[in-house]
């Protein structure tokens, strides 16, 4: 992996991270609630969880 590849790996992260809370905000009635909150904290652990990944897996490398 090089910086570029690290880069495009985090931008797709950044990105799924996008869709994901755009497709929660659209189904919600504008209200959050325990389930909203359940379910940003989810996505911000797994788009921080492949930032974690793809920083290792470069540094391992380097």
Do not use: C, P, W
């Amino acid at each position: 992996m090089n910086i570029n590849d690290l880069d495009k790996a985090l931008r797709k992260s950044l990105g799924d991270f996008s869709y994901e809370m755009e497709v929660n905000a659209n189904n919600t009635d504008g209200s959050l609630n325990k389930s909203h909150m359940e379910e940003i904290s989810k996505q911000v652990f797994y788009t921080m969880n492949d930032f974690r990944k793809g920083i290792i897996e470069y540094l391992k490398q380097h």
